[in-house]
């Protein structure tokens, strides 16, 4: 269906005037892309006919004749590749340029097929509309120099009996017209040229007048010439479809791009007209319109890019959120794991306490006792050293440095393992030679490091075996070598033997392989280096640890605050809050027995109403109870306490150096992780009567 615009009447019954308006075709068959391209094309001096089909556009073309035409390549009846080429077969309409648009570019297919079938120019949507009116205008250009031949030719037909007066309007036509005009006969002589023709040859008209035809334009550049039957009378100048893009040489040796077409003169010379159009400016243009596409497209792709790194940005941010989400699910749990494996850990201890402590109990039974607290001591040492190595993987490990002589924690870590040495009747031998055993370091930590390399070396020594320990300095450092003759290690597991989990060949019962990955986190914090060696399986082991020296004097060690009296100097209110049965029952059995007045509860609500009713002096209470938390506990009991001073001590499975500080906030004098050997408490509680009496 065609819009009113398109309805026009019969061109036969209608007498053409100069100055008539232009008509331009528009086909799509989207109504918003045919308003899209009126508001670009639309002006004075020509007329838009648009259709929306290729059976209007076929119907409008019988109607009128056109300037140009503007074709969609995607028409939803018949393509505009087959109706260009429907157009281009019939002999009236195939001299009409075609201007395909298209909105689906796919290399340089589409434009190899629009230029097949005659198109005059290939266009991708949005189209820039300076360079659509631009390429439009040059073709109503055209068609109004062409409709002014045809109107010429015309007038020849009538005037042919008056050849004089007739070459006189040619001539006058000719050099009127905008483009460069040669006219030759059929030998090539040229017998008429215009001034545009000098001024695109550089030369004047007598040289033009005087060469061949090939002498300017070479033949090749030549298109050919229409039959006779395309003429429509004598005197037409019947103008053919075919036009031909050339780099035309000129006098001083430059080189324009011109369009170059050929029209016979129907005369009885059989003359033909050269049509020679510079193009300069509108390659210029087409370049400046392929530069800008590209920059385009370059920006295209830069916002492509973009917008896959900021996703890729955003799935990364994810992903952390997610491993940061998972790693604080797996320290709960650890630390949930620990408190459910330390708390039934601290009956055993009390209960072993319990039992030392009758004066007739036999030897072969105190014995048994030993052994059962050594392995729930090794079992919070296993429970410690997962925590340790979520704190290290979470870079959440906290040193308190100090100045420390590392040969006084050696010994200690030494007489630890003691009782395993004794056990395995190892043979020890050490050697502390160091002169410099200063070290700006954590203790406990320290100690932990040699704890856990003395420990790993009675672990795989055979019985019988020997075990040395020495010391030296080396360039200001401080070397700490600890050899066993146990199983040795493989080449191959030197390296790996510091990694979490890995193990040397051993028994099923040695453990989770995460001492020494905690040794080597723990030496370098102290800015030290640690190394194994081994001659191989078999032939035992060495491991060294080197830690950079103090100039400094040898610290005095402080008075064991923990040698004090082993009963409390002054009887002591305590208020013990355990919801965990067994601990609660056998840690009021000891305290009861070394003359505490000791009195229970199981749960924060029970635990302060005992409060009220009774004056405490020491508050001894879990942490996690099952109505509240023993630090909230704490803090209300003293400050119902109405001015009296309430000390406290905090007992929890949870024992990280967060869960430390914050009992020490809370105001508590101390915070024992379970299982708590008896004595600990014992001599804490005794230290704070002591203090008390003061």
Known sequence: MTSPSSSVSDPRNRVEVKGEPVSILLVDDDANNLLALESILEGPGHRLVKVQTADDALLALMNEDYAAIVLDVQMPDLSGIELAKLIKQRRKTQHIPLIFLTAHYRDNEHAVLGYDVGAVDYLTKPVHPAVLRSKVSVFIDLFRKTRALAEINRSLEAEVVERKTAESHLRVVIESAPSAILVFTREGTIVLVNSGAEQLFGLNRETLLAKHIHDLVPADALPMTSPPEMAAGPGHLGFVAEVHRYNLSRKDGSEIPVEISCSPIQSVEGNTLV???????????????????????????????????????????????????????????????????????????????????????????????????????????????????????????????????????????????????????????????????????????????????????????????????????????????????????????????????????????????????????????????ISAHSEGPGHGATFTVVLPVVDAPIPHAEADKNAVARFPAVPLRLLVVEDHIDTANTLLRLLSRYGYKVQAADSVARALEASRQNAFDVIVTDIGLPDGNGVELFQQIRQESEGRSVRGIALSGFGTEEDVARSRAAGFDDHLTKPVDFSVLQRRLVQIGQEASR
């Not at 030993?370 to 190595?389: K, M, T, W, Y």
């Open 275 to 529: 049509s020679i159009v510079d193009i300069t400016e509108r390659q210029q243009a087409e370049a400046a319109l392929r530069n800008a596409n590209a920059v385009l497209e370059a920006k295209n792709v830069a916002l492509q890019r973009q917008a896959e790194e900021r996703l890729r940005r955003i799935r990364a941010e994810a992903a952390q959120a997610e491993a940061e989400a998972a790693n604080a699910a797996k320290d709960r749990f650890l630390a949930m794991l620990s408190h459910e494996l330390r708390t039934p850990l601290s009956p055993v201890l009390h209960s072993v306490s319990l039992i030392d402590e009758y004066p007739d109990c036999p030897p072969a039974i105190r014995e048994s006792l030993q052994v059962i607290r050594r392995n729930v001591q090794l079992e919070a040492r296993l429970i410690d050293d997962l925590l340790d190595l979520a704190r290290i993987r979470n870079s959440k490990v906290q040193l308190q440095f100090q100045l420390v002589d590392a040969h006084e924690l050696l010994r200690r870590a030494v007489e630890i393992c003691q009782p395993q040495i004794e056990a395995r009747h190892i043979h020890l031998e050490t050697s502390l030679s160091a002169k410099q055993t200063v070290l700006s370091a954590d203790p406990a930590r320290l100690q932990q490091i040699f704890w856990n390399l003395i420990s790993n070396a009675v672990k795989f020594t055979p019985q019988h075996g020997v075990i040395k320990i020495r010391t030296s300095n080396q360039d200001g450092n401080l070397c700490v070598e600890v050899t066993d003759t146990g199983a040795g290690i493989e080449p191959g597991k030197l390296v790996s033997i510091f990694d979490a989990f890995e193990q040397a060949p051993q028994r099923s019962s040695a453990g989770l392989g995460l001492g020494l990955a905690i040794c080597k986190a723990m030496t370098e914090f102290h800015h030290g280096k």
